[in-house]
């Protein structure tokens, strides 16, 4: 057995997302066979624990290609001043700074995957913080340049909202929430939450995306695991 969040959005509550942590049968192996058995698993207890029958999988082993397009490692930011596109994933890596590294701007350019494993994201010292288009975000609130990242991302891509929006719940099977705090599937519930409260108008500037930290309580991953996170 193993346990995974389900993440939720929130329309009427002081939440935008809420996290459940579903225990459910895995099935162990790096066989995409095997992912997606216990991806069918996890969601089966979803709808057992709470009726839902629109669950995504947001990964690259997601059945649904909806969920693969919305991978981070697939989902595509357009640079409007130099057209320029690059993947979610891309732009996170890129962005972060450390006590002995400034961001590593050329990752932009990088696969999403080479992008994520650059020993220099290692080899730099304690992460300090984001710097993504002059404009600099702390640490905290703990996960927010991330949502705000993929959250305006996704808003770019108006083509996957409609089938998106249809979705009561959100997985990613390949998060392990007792070692990392940025998840894809988090940040994709708190945009259908946002869509459907009509606060769209409210996620391109930093200073007014922040105030929904104020606004609503988080419940992400970090509210449930505390230890020896590290920000992915």
């Not at 700074?97 to 290692?122: H, Q, V």
Request: glycine share 2%.
């Amino acid at each position: 057995m193993a346990q995974r969040p389900a993440y939720i959005p929130q329309l009427d509550s002081q939440y935008l997302v809420k996290t459940e942590m579903i225990e459910f049968k895995y099935h162990s192996g790096f066989a995409l066979v095997q992912k997606q058995k216990s991806i069918d698993e996890l969601h089966k207890a979803i709808h057992e624990a709470f009726g839902f029958d629109k669950i995504l999988e947001v990964s690259s082993k997601s059945r649904d290609e909806l969920g693969v397009a919305l991978s981070a490692f697939n989902l595509m930011i357009t640079d409007k001043k130099t057209n320029e596109k690059y993947s979610v994933e891309c732009a996170f890596q890129s962005s972060k700074y450390f006590e002995n590294g400034w961001p590593y701007i050329d990752l932009l350019k990088a696969t999403s995957r080479e992008a994520k494993k650059d020993e220099r994201l290692k080899n730099s010292g304690r992460l300090l913080g984001f710097k993504f288009r002059s404009i600099e975000w702390d640490l905290t609130p703990l996960t927010a340049f991330y949502d705000w990242l993929y959250v305006n991302a996704l808003n770019q891509n108006p083509q996957l909202h409609d089938e998106l929006l249809q979705y009561q719940a959100f997985t990613d099977i390949e998060f392990n929430p007792k070692k990392s705090v940025n998840c894809q599937a988090y940040s994709i519930a708190m945009f259908v939450a946002l869509a459907k409260k009509d606060l769209l108008d409210r996620i391109k500037y930093p200073n007014e995306f922040l105030e929904f930290y104020k606004e609503y309580q988080a419940d992400n991953t970090s509210k449930h695991h505390t230890d020896n996170l590290k920000l992915l």
